[in-house]
Nanobody, 126 residues
Framework: QVQLVESGGGLVQAGGSLRLSCAPSGRTFSNYKVGWFRQAPGKEREFVAAISWSGGRTYYDADSVRGRFTISRDNAKNTVYLQMNSLKPEDTAVYYC??????????????????WGQGTQVTVSS
């Protein structure tokens, strides 16, 4: 069982930046692919980005965040990050990290991830 803990959310003005962190509690991320999802009020949970175990491969949602968000990981610190720049009000959501085993990082459906964090709120004011 992998328990994930997100941190770094908060309130920021449009155009600002935040960095989210995700770390497992009680074990390492060894061999796990990690993804970030977000869920706005009244909307379904949507995929944001994913990263391979080595960090050498990344995959982003095609339209909403590419060029503004960067996923990375520091395995020495056992942590995955989501750097969010040029934030927009429509980025407001609860952000979740999730982990899964398997070969591909191009997995965008939430049900295919095995472990989830509790989420961290990101609010972008206009």
């Amino acid at each position: 069982q992998v328990q994930l803990v997100e941190s770094g959310g908060g309130l920021v003005q449009a155009g600002g930046s935040l960095r989210l962190s995700c770390a497992p509690s009680g074990r390492t991320f060894s061999n796990y692919k990690v993804g970030w999802f977000r869920q706005a009020p009244g909307k379904e949970r949507e995929f944001v980005a994913a990263i391979s175990w080595s960090g050498g491969r990344t995959y982003y949602d095609a339209d909403s965040v590419r060029g503004r968000f960067t996923i990375s990981r520091d395995n020495a610190k056992n942590t995955v990050y989501l750097q969010m720049n040029s934030l927009k009000p429509e980025d407001t959501a609860v952000y979740y990290c999730a982990a899964r085993l398997g070969q591909s990082i191009r997995v965008v459906t939430a049900i295919e991830y095995d472990y989830w964090g509790q989420g961290t709120q990101v609010t972008v004011s206009s």
